[in-house]
């Protein structure tokens, strides 16, 4: 018998589009959202383990909070840090591979060219240390299965995020401000999907060696950038989206004004890069449209 796909966060936007791919290619998984597992429960994640022994567990559960965290950061830390580590220790006892999702913000944000997998974190928030200090007991406990799988920017149609809030905005806002001093790679929650099961299969192969990959669609934009494209899609005047400093925004938890990844493991594993983040939202777009016309449908009703 196959042994399962383990999908935990599968409510999530990335989990949701993760399950619902895995799914359409047949392939046997379970979808556990934190009711079903919770990571911080060490116990329950045995458990988990013990009853599927899955081949590949997909772990998108995390804090995501970002300014929470910054008050809550031992909370933070038990999601982000402590889960992923007993994740990793159950994995460990039944030869799973784990690909453990985590987050630009593990890095100072300073820099002026792509971060590579190979550049040395050095995290500003309180989110970004919770999320390497996951990614630090998933590479220690799993040296030759865990996989690290950065990612930055997402957005998609199974939740809220920064183009269906835009979307949402056109239709009531005669003008926008958004951020223009950021830079990042706006990355489509279903080509990151795609990417982790290229990666969970090439793994299993043997083919795509454990360590850190970087899973954001290519390409660099700021924050305004993105709105503008996303009102050209819309048939709306992208002029009405009009550029913020970020010292405009009063956030406890500092946003990084560099957050490009490079992607050289990719070709290394055999793998191919991801595409650019233009071409993803030109596909992405219409289920992101109709999710948020549906939101509003059930709003108004």
């Known amino acids: 018998m196959t042994r399962p796909w383990l999908v935990t966060g599968a409510d999530g936007m990335l989990g949701r589009d993760l399950v619902s791919r895995l799914t359409a290619r047949k392939v046997d998984t379970v979808a556990a959202d934190h009711r079903r597992l919770d990571i911080t429960d060490g116990d329950a994640v045995r458990a988990a383990l013990d009853r599927y022994r899955p081949a590949v567990l997909a772990n998108c559960a995390a804090w995501t909070d970002v300014d929470a965290a910054e008050s809550h ?34 890095f100072a944000g300073d820099s002026d060219r792509p971060y590579a997998e190979t550049a040395t974190p050095d995290p500003r928030t309180a989110y970004g240390r919770t999320k390497l200090a996951g990614e630090r007991a998933v590479l220690a406990t799993l040296p030759d299965t865990g996989h690290v799988v950065r990612t930055a920017w997402l957005y998609g149609a199974g939740g809220r995020n920064f183009v269906r809030t835009v ?18 790679q706006p990355t489509w929650s279903g080509d990151v999907a795609d990417g982790l099961i ?76 991801p595409r650019h983040w233009c071409y993803a939202l030109v596909e992405a777009f219409p289920g992101l449209r109709a999710a948020e016309r549906s939101r509003w449908a059930r709003h108004a009703a």
């Open 167 to 184: 979307i949402a905005r056109e239709a009531v806002q005669d003008t926008l401000h958004v951020v223009d001093d950021q830079r990042g």
């Open 73 to 106: 950061e031992a909370a933070a830390l038990a999601v982000n840090g402590h889960g992923p580590a007993r994740l990793a220790e159950a994995c460990r006892a039944h030869g799973t591979i784990l690909l453990h999702l985590s987050t630009d913000y593990v």
């Open 198 to 273: 290229l990666l969970g299969d090439a793994a299993g192969a043997g083919i795509a060696p454990p360590g850190v990959y970087h899973a954001t669609n290519s390409g660099e934009a700021t924050w305004h950038r993105l709105a503008r494209e996303v009102f050209r899609l819309l048939g709306a005047d992208p002029a009405r989206v009009h550029p913020a400093s970020s010292t405009d925004l009063s956030r406890p938890a500092a946003r990084p004004a560099y957050s490009v990844l490079g992607h050289g493991r990719w070709p290394d594993a055999g793998l191919p890069a």
